[in-house]
């Protein structure tokens, strides 16, 4: 037991030294040095100034639109506070699924990684969705808004679906995608 312990206060005090060599070695860079190479440990990596106007590429500053909107403004007074209806049953699940492949997943992919079969003819490149649907901020008003409206406001290539889908069917889909586009048997 006492061994044990000892390999452990090794262990930590040897990681402890490393982390006091990193850190020496990190300080002596500038605060506005942001190269790739740097070290994401790096304090100065979280500095605001590195996100100011024109820190961000073209491409980025699309795809942060609509995010940036709804951060500010919320969603438009006709999706705002809307929940989805939907139970997560295997019926529901397997409607949004098929709705989604058909629909959504040539941008999509199938598994909403943004990898479709025409996802690299985009620009921006289509919305990553299995990362998109676990943030906080992507509250099912939202999602129904950026289905139903698309992205042309936000000059993205996202079609408006509102026409061609009923709120069910946008529903569904949004069912799907929080089940983890995982269609249940």
């Not at 002596?28 to 942001?34: A, P, R, W």
């Not at 100065?44 to 639109?65: A, F, K, T, W």
């Not at 406001?153 to 679906?161: H, I, K, R, V």
């Amino acid at each position: 037991m006492i061994q044990r312990n000892k390999k452990t206060l090794v262990i930590v005090n040897a990681i402890a030294v490393m982390l006091y060599v990193v850190l020496s070695i990190n300080s002596g860079h500038s605060q506005t040095d942001y190269s790739w190479g740097m070290d994401r440990w790096d304090p100065s990596h979280s500095e605001r100034d590195i996100y100011e106007q024109g820190m961000m590429g073209e491409e980025q500053m699309h795809r942060m639109q609509r995010h940036w909107t709804f951060m500010h403004s919320g969603v438009p007074s006709e999706y705002s506070g809307l929940r989805n209806p939907l139970p997560q049953t295997p019926e529901i699940i397997k409607a949004g699924g098929q709705l989604y492949q058909k629909k959504c997943s040539t941008c999509h992919g199938t598994q909403g990684l943004g990898n479709g079969m025409i996802s690299n003819s985009l620009n921006p490149s289509p919305a990553l969705l299995a990362y998109l649907i676990q943030m906080p901020m992507t509250i099912d008003s939202f999602l129904l808004w950026s289905i139903s409206e698309g992205g042309k406001e936000f000059g993205t290539s996202m079609p408006a679906f509102n026409d061609s889908l009923s709120d069910q069917e946008i529903w569904q889909i949004i069912t799907y995608m929080r089940a983890g586009f995982v269609v249940s048997k």
